[in-house]
């Protein structure tokens, strides 16, 4: 075996990554800042349906990316892997096999598992061993994956974003969305996204083109992506209206709308977990800017056939804001004391 190096020049990193973790996320760092370049290769078999391996990898691609980390390569899906639960020999067969067939040959292989000696020693390479007892970083995928939401503080907010669930609230103007969204947020002890749209109607001071509509889709689902990926979520984000709502207000306002407008209005059944559709049982509140109870009506007749139309199950919300805090938290399926975070939500906008 080759003798202990102060500087590599090829370094390997290999696991499954489900999730990708901080104790992960050390080994990588300690191997980049050793090793002149160094390959990551995320396999599983069987994989984990509710994160692929295309998953994972764009974890570590986003967390390490080709601009700032140019010496770290991510390896491709492997070929036809054996599974996880064959003899640590027919793994170590496999992994040199197949780095072989890819010319991939590091010369130190980086790991916080037993295995890594014999490893190392399959591919003639020097084994580093990093926190074994788990000391630095005392979580396993193990246990992250039977409680990621309550061992979300060893993931990186970019993973974490992956298993937040999206709440979406719908309604007509006036039907309590803003309000019931912060509430929500508050309440949850994590983030909620403010509806875009409105900025941009009062930038343009309510005319509004096709393209206009298009923006605000764009731009409510930036924040989205934006919130989600932000310090302090737990389980959930609340999200005041999405696209296809967009996508009525486009029809409404300019009598058409673009095709990627509906793409993203379409993209909307899978986007959210969790639907709630505001009633219109509180008093119609005139902010300049919105219609009248009648026309309040009619949206929110639209918005009920439009989630009709796709198939989206939903639960309609009513009576006061506190009220429908409760109806909320009862559809979730979380009591109060699994909801409460140790910090107060965050408010996202433009």
């Not at 040199?96 to 000696?117: C, H, I, K, M, N």
Request: proline share 7%; with cysteine; net charge negative.
């Amino acid at each position: 075996m080759p003798e202990l190096a102060s500087r590599f020049g090829h370094g390997l990193v290999i696991g499954k990554f489900a999730p990708l973790h901080r104790g992960h996320m050390g080994l990588i760092e300690r191997a980049l800042a050793e090793c002149d370049r160094v390959s990551v290769w995320v396999y599983s078999r069987p994989d984990f349906p509710a994160m692929p391996s295309p998953v994972r990898r764009g974890w570590v691609r986003e967390l390490y990316p080709a601009r700032l980390f140019p010496t770290l390569h991510l390896l491709p899906d492997a070929p036809n892997p054996p599974p996880n639960d064959e003899p640590d020999a027919t793994h170590r067969a496999y992994v040199q096999a197949t780095l072989e067939s890819w010319d991939v040959r590091p010369d130190v292989v980086f790991t916080s598992e037993t295995y890594g000696d014999a490893l190392a020693a399959e591919l003639g390479a020097v084994h580093v061993c990093a926190d074994l007892p788990r000391l630095a970083v005392p979580i396993s995928g193990t246990r992250l994956r039977a409680d990621v939401h309550g061992h979300r503080a060893y993931l990186d907010p970019v993973v974490y974003a992956h298993f937040l669930e999206r709440v979406v609230l719908l309604g007509a103007e006036s039907t309590g969305k803003s309000t019931l969204t912060r509430a929500l947020g508050e309440a949850f002890g994590t983030g909620w996204v403010r509806e875009y749209g409105r900025d941009v109607y009062e930038r343009e001071g309510g005319r509004l083109t096709p393209k206009h509509f298009l923006e605000i889709a764009h731009g409510h689902r930036a924040l989205e992506d934006e919130a989600a990926r932000a310090p302090g979520m737990h389980r959930f984000l609340f999200v005041d209206t999405h696209a296809a709502t967009t996508l009525m207000w486009s029809y409404l306002l300019t009598g058409t709308a673009l095709p990627e407008l509906h793409a993203l209005a379409d993209a909307c059944r899978a986007r959210y977990a969790h639907t709630f559709l505001c009633a219109d049982d509180l008093p119609h509140e005139q902010d300049g800017w919105r219609a009248n109870t009648s026309v309040r009506e009619v949206q929110q007749a639209f918005i009920r056939q439009d989630l009709g139309t796709r198939g989206i199950s939903y639960r309609t919300v009513r009576g006061s804001i506190a009220e429908r805090v409760e109806q909320v938290r009862e559809a979730l399926g979380v009591r109060p004391a699994d909801a409460t975070a140790p910090h107060p939500g965050t408010y996202y906008s433009a």
